[in-house]
């Protein structure tokens, strides 16, 4: 009866789990797709603002700072770490704080001063466990994508800083998406902003020409920007679909095991019935006199 009362339990508390790590699996499952076609869209919104640089190009003057140009040499940079606000994606959080850890001996080997931040409540949760002092760290949202709001307010603020020559670089260290449960810690660099090269038009040329009445070289400072602004974001949408495909993997496996579990528990718990049944029906049966030691 002990062994009966036992399985029942287990069985209980698993059926109880089941549905709410069916329920983790498909809302992973839908922040997952969701985070993967905003990708898709701010891809598509960054082919389309670099498209207008060629026409800003010749409007230009020689010396373009904007452009992100500078020296070989970045004594002052600042690194921001991306890692989650919510549990239950394996080591997702613990992978990126050793890609971090690694970067800042390298740079501090080189002599570099690392201006440490972060993003998500975990990864600050873990620095603050190893010692690691955070110069300013912002939270995630839990139940939505990353805000453009947070990518645009945080390069904003880079780039003024970078034009004052307060900081030399600003480095991005994030899990880059590579598949369903796998993910690769990275380090990025955003700041100079790494526009991609400019290619030769093989087309002909547009006309009626574009007409350009502002200051040209403001204009292309803000097409910089908003670049910049789509870079980190495409990277924060990135590492939250390593997150969100994380999450997703380990609670299909979870309710796998749980459906396995409920399986074999049920049988067990059956067999224990049958076994207490005829075990009280013998008793019943020896009491009554109809069934007695048997003679050798």
């Not at 993910?183 to 350009?212: A, D, G, K």
Request: with cysteine; charged share 25%.
């Amino acid at each position: 009866m002990e062994e009966l009362e036992r399985a029942q339990a287990r069985l209980d508390h698993i059926r109880t789990v089941e549905p709410i790590l069916s329920a983790l699996r498909t809302i992973s499952l839908g922040s997952w797709r969701a985070t993967l076609k905003q990708g898709t869209s701010v891809q598509r919104y960054g082919e389309r603002l670099m498209a207008i640089l060629p026409l800003l190009a010749p409007h230009l003057p020689a010396s373009r700072r904007a452009r992100g140009e500078t020296g070989p040499t970045s004594d002052r940079v600042v690194a921001l770490v991306v890692g989650s606000e919510r549990g239950l994606c394996g080591r997702f959080n613990v992978a990126v704080i050793e890609r971090a850890e690694r970067y800042l001996a390298e740079q501090e080997t080189v002599g570099v001063q690392v201006e440490l931040t972060a993003l998500g409540t975990r990864v600050r949760r873990i620095f603050q466990r190893r010692k690691r002092p955070l110069a300013w760290w912002g939270a995630l949202s839990t139940a939505t994508l990353p805000p453009f709001h947070l990518a645009f307010d945080l390069t904003h603020r880079w780039l003024a800083r970078y034009e004052e020559r307060e900081l030399d670089a600003v480095d991005l260290i994030y899990n880059a998406y590579h598949g369903t449960g796998r993910y690769e810690p990275t380090m990025v660099r955003l700041i100079p902003p790494q526009l991609p090269p400019e290619r030769q038009n093989t087309l002909s040329e547009p006309w009626p020409p574009p007409i350009i009445e502002t200051d040209s070289l403001g204009l292309y400072a803000r097409v910089v920007e908003q670049w910049a602004a789509i870079s980190l974001y495409g990277l924060l949408l990135d590492s939250a679909a390593a997150e969100h495909a994380t999450r997703y993997q380990l609670m299909e496996s979870a309710t796998q095991n749980a459906v396995r579990l409920i399986e074999e528990l049920t049988l067990a718990v059956q067999a224990a019935r049958r076994h207490a049944i005829t075990q009280e029906m013998q008793e019943l049966a020896a009491g009554a006199g109809l069934i007695g030691p048997r003679s050798s």
